[in-house]
């Protein structure tokens, strides 16, 4: 909790397409009222860097975690908040991101950086700015223990609205065949 | 006669007979178990274990698809054990593969294991998924197959066994190695007993098996859906039509139909729709889009300077029964009106034999004689059911005079050509001797001197062993309405170039409605090309382009199957309706209206 | 004594993507180098291999979240081309109809919700309410506006195609849904108050223009070749059109270029730092053939706005003998003049009768071995190519994204910003912002330009010459 008796979010984004976050803003006027009730304290959306992010109540996570960073990013959040929100398929269980789990990894690289049609200077990038990609992109439960699932590809709005209410009311989101959506 | 029992399903009491499943049971008494891999006449499979329920006294939980009632027992079919159960279960079947939701075609409400998944308020895999390497086999040509999305239901394996009877699907490996293989592990396009009858896409109850045509095209949930006949062959098994936005998505089997009860053959499945044909939707005059006014002036100005004698129609035998009437009617306006029939299918329709209910005699007979018939080829779900008839309940075949086909392997005697030898009737005899509910399939070849003598033979054979009335007859002919035209007084032609080339003619209409090929087929006869040449005017009325539609003066755009409102009489001689499934495309107008129109 | 050193911004917010930034200070303590560092990789271009090609039309718009329209729409022209067919009418206008929503909600959201808290609340005002949140508290009516602009757009996604984010609607050979007349009317009703919302953003832009000149003008300004779809008149296009190429000056260097013989004229580089790669111009090399994609280059190239209240836009933004804008401040304007098309070319298509057709959909098989599918995606050119089998299995995927193309322009921008602003060694909020700003002009998708393995938060880094971090500067990622 805030203080100002709001409560306080911190929301991130992995290895995903963003849509997640763009059906967060799908919420369009209720941002004014939920406004009022959070505080966002770190988010893609805003301005703040990770290292400042302070302790939350709430972590939302969008996408699967795919590299080193990503991991320690998520490890971070985990210790730094009361409840975990796997926001989205590609967070609960890797989705399309996850699709290259059938492939080796250089594989990937080597299509993407160096096989291409288009490209006609090809590396692999390596240099030790970037982080290092995961052997595969795994689901955030693989890494750390998630509180809340909220599926879709993206949730829609609605959904999320349903499950941030809820759980600012001190209830968990009960899903069911009326409001649960893989899509 | 079995016994009866009683039980309780979630206390409350019910009867069935001894044998019956407890979900048939519960189903009866309108008490909901959730499935998955079970399938209405299929046999049970018990491998997805969501039927789970309880028995009072047993500690085990036992999946209700495949589990006979016992007397006196008392089923729980929900508890909170139950629900636990079905739930891990789910979660499961979703951490072996790759169930990539949002991408499938089967996402947003046509997924089976979806369905199941929200009830039970899976909302996250609590398992390590797998992530295995899977791959997808495209090579087929209406329908595909994604190991990634297979739950191993086997609902497609059972089909292709039970209904469609050939076996072309099965499960290969063990463990997490299970697989659905095609043959001995070859694509789908390179199958050599795959009949392409799309029976196992329709049992699937995930997106693994999919039609390419549907795919993303419309949800069959939300579709409209229309009940109408198959225009593909005489059988006239009932469809079901999924429609969005005036457009077919995906044609099914009516399961309410009779005589194909869901089941069709790759024609009615797939050649109804799927297969992409180049649509003729406005009047050509020499070529050119011209409206409607201009192609009719053209054509009666044609009639005009060509005498009566010297005019001829001749149409397809797929013309509703309407459209027949049409033609008989402006007959007198022409030398003469036929219609192009295989050989010898002038006499096989002219006297269409037929027993009562042919679905039954099929469902129940203990012998098949196939006379010069090709089920595999023209009426597939007749194959089918032979098929399954000789593979299932052990019904003896006896092939003569038949191309060969994939029903040679399951025959007790295939002949090519029939041998009138006492030797060989002595073997006949043999097979057919214990037979009380035998079959007799005939096609047109049938009616020849030495088809004929063959049913002389068979007669004596059936005499000889007092079976009383001898074999249900089934004439299939080969025309989609063959019988039909003719009943409505169109003359049977089965050699076009001696018909046409009789006299001269200065003026031929042909009125094709939707042949697949335009009437190409035409073509192929002797002499065809030559002849259609020396003909001054040729008005081709046709609903697809082909070489006939490019050479004709005038093509008058005519509706599809899909289009028409009118009936088709089968092969037993019941007039079937066709619905109109969707709006006409173009300016296309039906058969009957355009001769109408031509001959007003 | 200071090395050479690397300032790292982590991670660049903001924007849609992740990322970081590094600044290279030689020995002076003055600025060497600036490095704009991708760090999400993906693998789309592989992992697609082996689906089903009407699948990828499914699959590629979850690269972007934020325009997983244009890759829909790249990705369903592509298809198109595989089954070699020519869809309906109605279709097209149906897809591009979907499109103006996109280009409408995804400039909306570039503009308010995430550049506007810059420009209202300051570049220097605390990082803690510089946000979208902090101007709903601070200026609710502005941020009301631009959360119901970028919702009429968002609602034309949904009554176009049926959902705002990775619809199911385009599919090869056309769509899957016909408009009802409800929904057009729908749509017709919001417009007057998105023409104001639009209007108004216009304005307050053109009001900081005014009272900022000399930054506005010189933010991270440089020559680049431009280079995006115009229709066949030379006018702005979004959804179809071909390929027009300019140089810095604004002349014409290709024109009319059939867009499936993108790589004639287009080659990518990788780089060892960086998960995006570098588009540049063949025939001018690598790093030569730098090049400009999106609102800026398309408004610099075009001959005209076929629609009249962005043409006049058009003209003020050609006043005063300006062949071409180079500052990337102007992307803002460029993106505000686009909103204002897409408004009224969406009324175009609203108001023609044709939209409400069912004929929408073309039926085909595969006949050709590959297609390509270009369209402009809000941040600029959008490439789809794949090659399939006869069974229609897709055997490779080459993908250039908008964000992409800007890569070089966006690197050279950060080092302008960078060369402008950092002047010792100490790492200044404002300064940080400014550089979070220059690559905020390009309103970079990164989760486009990482379809490839990877993302973006920002760092800064300051590293000396011998490759230490000498001040880590507090922004690292934790």
Redo the contacts between chains.
């Keep these: 909790m805030s203080a100002n008796g709001k409560v306080s979010v911190a929301t991130m984004w992995l290895s995903g397409c963003s849509g997640c976050h763009m059906s967060f803003l799908d919420l369009d006027e209720r941002l004014l009222d939920l406004s009022k009730l959070v505080d966002i304290k770190a988010s893609p959306i805003v301005d703040i860097k990770f290292d400042q992010m302070p302790e939350v109540d709430v972590g939302i996570v969008e996408g699967c975690v795919n590299n080193d960073e990503e991991a320690e990013h998520l490890r971070h959040l985990r210790d730094r908040c009361k409840i975990l929100i796997a926001l989205g398929d590609c967070a609960i269980m890797g989705n399309v991101p996850a699709l290259r789990n059938q492939f080796r990894l250089a594989d990937c690289l080597t299509r993407g950086y160096v096989d291409t049609e288009s490209t006609q200077i090809g590396e692999i990038p390596s240099d030790p700015v970037l982080p290092q990609l995961l052997a595969r992109a795994r689901p955030l439960q693989e890494v750390v223990k998630v509180d809340v699932s909220i599926p879709g590809c993206p949730p829609d709005a609605d959904t999320i609205w349903y499950a941030l209410t809820e759980l600012l009311a001190g209830r968990m989101p009960q899903w069911n065949e009326r409001n649960l959506k893989y899509d | 006669m079995s016994t009866p029992i009683k039980l309780t399903i979630n206390g409350q009491s019910c009867s069935c007979q001894a044998g019956q499943t407890i979900l048939e049971v519960a189903s009866a008494n309108n008490i909901y178990i959730p499935t998955l891999c079970w399938m209405k006449d299929r046999s049970p499979w018990g491998g997805c274990r969501v039927c789970i329920v309880e028995i009072e006294g047993s500690p085990k939980v036992v999946p209700a698809c495949a589990t006979p009632a016992a007397d006196g027992s008392a089923v729980t079919t929900n508890s909170p054990r139950l629900q636990r159960l079905r739930k891990m279960t789910l979660e499961l079947l979703f951490s072996e593969r790759n169930h990539v939701c949002p991408i499938c075609p089967m996402n947003k409400g046509d997924c089976g294991l979806q369905h199941q998944g929200y009830p039970h308020g899976v909302d996250s895999i609590r398992f390590p998924y797998l992530f295995p390497a899977l791959s997808m086999d495209l090579t087929g040509r209406y329908f595909g197959l994604d190991h990634n999305r297979c739950i191993l239901c086997t609902r497609c394996v059972r089909t292709c066994d039970e209904i469609e009877g050939v076996h072309t699907l099965d499960i290969a490996n063990r463990g997490e190695k299970n697989e659905v293989v095609v043959d001995l592990h070859v694509g789908l396009g390179e199958s050599e007993t795959c009949t392409q009858c799309g029976a196992c896409v329709a049992a699937c109850p995930t997106g693994a098996l999919f039609d390419k045509a549907q795919t993303y095209r419309g949800k069959l949930h939300s579709c409209r859906t229309v009940k109408t006949t198959c225009p593909e062959c005489p059988v006239g098994c009932g469809l079901e039509v999924f429609t969005k936005e005036d457009r077919i998505v995906e044609v099914f089997g009516d399961s309410d139909s009779q005589l194909n009860a869901g089941h069709l053959c790759k024609k009615g499945r797939y050649e109804t729709w799927a297969a992409p044909r180049h649509r003729i939707t406005q009047p050509l005059l020499h070529g050119k889009p011209v409206s409607w006014d201009e192609a009719l002036a053209f054509v009666r100005q044609a009639r005009a300077t060509s005498p009566v004698w010297e005019s001829v129609l001749l149409a397809s035998p797929r013309l509703t029964n309407e459209a027949a009437h049409a033609i008989h009617a402006v007959a007198d306006k022409l030398d003469r009106v036929g219609t192009y029939v295989v050989p010898n299918e002038a006499a096989l329709v002219d006297a269409p034999e037929q027993p009562g209910d042919v679905a039954q005699h099929l469902a129940e007979a203990d012998a098949f004689i196939l006379l010069g018939v090709q089920p595999v080829r023209d009426h597939g779900v007749i194959a089918a059911r032979v098929r399954t008839g000789v593979r299932k309940r052990g019904a003896k075949l006896v092939i003569l005079d038949c191309r060969r086909s994939d029903l040679d392997a399951y025959a007790d005697i295939a002949v090519r050509e029939v041998s009138l030898e006492r030797k060989f009737w002595a073997r006949v005899a043999e097979v057919l001797r214990d037979a009380k509910r035998p079959v007799l399939i005939y096609g047109p070849t049938a009616m020849t001197p030495v088809g004929v003598s063959v049913l002389d033979k068979l007669t004596e054979v059936f005499r000889a062993q007092g079976t009383g009335e001898g074999p249900a007859l089934v004439g299939l002919p080969s025309g989609v309405n063959s019988i039909g035209m003719v009943a409505a007084g169109v003359e049977p032609v089965e050699e076009v170039a001696p018909w046409l080339d009789a006299k001269p003619v200065q003026y031929l209409h042909l009125v094709l409605g939707d042949e697949p090929d335009g009437g190409a087929q035409l073509l192929e006869e002797k002499h065809m090309a030559d002849l259609l040449a020396g003909i001054p005017c040729v008005v081709v009325q046709a609903s697809y382009r082909s070489k006939l539609t490019d050479a004709a003066q005038v093509v008058l755009p005519a509706t599809i199957w899909a289009e028409k409102t009118g009936t088709l009489t089968n092969f037993t001689g019941r007039m079937l309706p066709l619905r109109p499934v969707v709006p006409v495309r173009g300016a296309g107008r039906d058969d009957a209206a355009i001769v109408e129109a031509v001959y007003a | 004594m200071i090395e050479n050193q690397t300032i790292?911004i982590?991670?660049v917010?903001?924007?849609?993507?992740?990322a970081?930034i590094?600044i290279h200070l030689d020995a002076q303590g003055e600025v060497d180098d600036a490095?704009f560092?991708v760090?999400?990789?993906?693998?789309f271009?592989?992992?697609?291999?082996?689906?089903?090609f009407?699948?990828m039309?499914?699959?590629t718009?979850?690269?972007?979240?934020?325009c997983?329209v244009s890759h829909l729409l790249a990705s369903a022209k592509a298809c198109d081309a595989i089954l070699g067919v020519t869809i309906p009418p109605a279709a097209k206008m149906l897809r591009e109809l979907m499109h103006m929503g996109q280009t409408i909600q995804s400039h909306a959201?570039s503009f308010f919700?995430?550049s506007a808290?810059d420009l209202l609340l300051g570049f220097d005002s605390d990082?803690?309410t510089?946000?979208?949140?902090?101007l709903?508290?601070a200026a609710?009516d502005i941020?009301?506006k631009g959360?119901?602009l970028?919702?009429y757009g968002?609602e034309m996604i949904k009554a176009t195609a049926g959902?705002?984010?990775?619809a199911?609607f385009p599919?090869p050979g056309g769509v899957?849904?016909?408009l009802t007349v409800a929904e057009r009317d729908e749509l017709l009703r919001g417009l007057p108050e998105a023409y104001e919302a639009a209007r108004f953003a216009l304005d307050l832009l053109l009001g900081y223009h005014e009272k900022h000149q000399h930054e506005v003008e010189s933010f991270a300004s440089f020559d680049s070749n431009y280079a995006g779809l115009v229709q066949p008149d030379g006018a702005l296009e979004l959804y179809d059109g071909n390929l027009r190429f300019t140089d810095p000056h604004g002349n014409i260097v290709h024109d009319q270029v059939d867009p499936s013989r993108?790589?004639d004229y287009?080659?990518?580089?990788?780089?060892?730092?960086?998960?995006m790669?570098f588009?540049f111009i063949?025939k001018l090399g690598?790093p030569q053939g730098m090049y400009r994609v999106g609102p800026l280059a398309r408004l610099n190239l075009c001959t005209k706005i076929a629609t009249p209240k962005a043409n006049a836009e058009l003209r003020l933004w050609r006043a005063n003998g300006h062949a071409v804008r180079t500052s990337s401040f102007f992307y803002h304007w460029a993106r505000l003049i686009e909103i204002l098309y897409g408004l009224e070319r969406a009324e175009q298509l609203l108001h023609d009768p044709a939209i409400t057709s069912?004929?929408?959909?073309a039926?085909?098989?595969p006949q050709n071995a590959d297609g390509v599918g270009v369209m402009e995606a809000p941040r600029g050119t959008l490439i789809h190519?794949y090659w399939v089998?006869e069974?229609?299995?897709v055997e490779?995927v080459?993908l250039?994204v908008a964000t992409g193309h800007n890569n070089l322009a966006m690197n050279r921008a950060v080092r302008a910003v960078a060369k402008k602003y950092v002047k010792s060694q100490r790492l200044q909020e404002g300064m940080l912002?400014r550089v979070e700003a220059a690559i905020r002009c390009y309103d970079p998708c990164l989760?486009c330009a990482t379809h490839?393995?990877?993302?973006m938060?920002m760092v800064v880094?300051l590293v000396d010459a011998a490759g230490a971090v000498v001040d880590a500067a507090?922004?690292?990622?934790?």
């Design positions: 790292t982590n991670p917010t903001r924007i849609e993507g992740h970081k590094t490095r560092h760090v999400e990789f993906r693998g271009e592989k992992f697609c291999e082996g689906r089903y009407a699948e039309v499914q699959i718009p979850r690269i972007c979240g934020i997983p959201l919700h995430l808290p990082p803690a510089r946000n979208v949140m902090g709903i508290a609710p941020a009301r959360i119901r970028r919702k968002q959902r705002k984010i990775h199911e599919v899957n849904k016909a993108y790589l287009i080659r990518e580089a990788a780089e060892a730092w960086s998960y790669k588009p063949q690598y069912t004929d929408i959909l039926s085909g098989t190519h089998d069974g229609g299995r490779k080459n250039i912002n989760s490839a393995v990877g993302k938060p880094e507090a922004r690292d990622a934790a």
